[in-house]
């Protein structure tokens, strides 16, 4: 059973900066690649970062040189820092692995989700 958990979404300024965590559990065998995506209400999800196991990035063209993703792979763990955050950042920020199991041969898992609010 493998589990993705995400953690540090909040309340920011405009301006301000968080750092999401997400930490990947069960029994894995090896995780590919690991991303960030966001979908705020009424729109299209959308990429908004991703890291290769090799530590390759990737990011969208909105936030590219704002954010920064990175993984720890001792950890099983993606970040992405935020900084500068603008209230169209605003949405729920979903943590994604590609991750070789016991029980599959590479699948796409998914996080619950964490808020990300940037409002003044």
């Known amino acids: 059973q493998v589990q993705l958990v995400e953690s540090g979404g909040g309340l920011v300024q405009p301006g301000g900066s968080l750092r999401l965590s997400c930490a990947a559990s069960g029994t894995i065998f090896m995780i590919n690649a690991m991303g960030w995506y966001r979908q705020a209400p009424g729109k299209q999800r959308e990429l908004v970062a991703t890291?290769?196991?090799?530590?390759?990035?990737n990011y969208a063209d909105s936030v590219k040189g704002r954010f920064t993703i990175s993984r720890d792979n001792a950890k099983n763990t993606v970040y992405l820092q935020m900084n500068s955050l603008k209230p169209e950042d605003t949405a729920v920020y979903s943590c994604n692995a590609d991750i070789v199991s016991r029980w599959y041969s590479s699948r796409d898992y998914w996080g619950q989700g964490t808020q990300v609010t940037v409002s003044s």
């Open positions: 890291i290769t196991s090799g530590g390759t990035t």
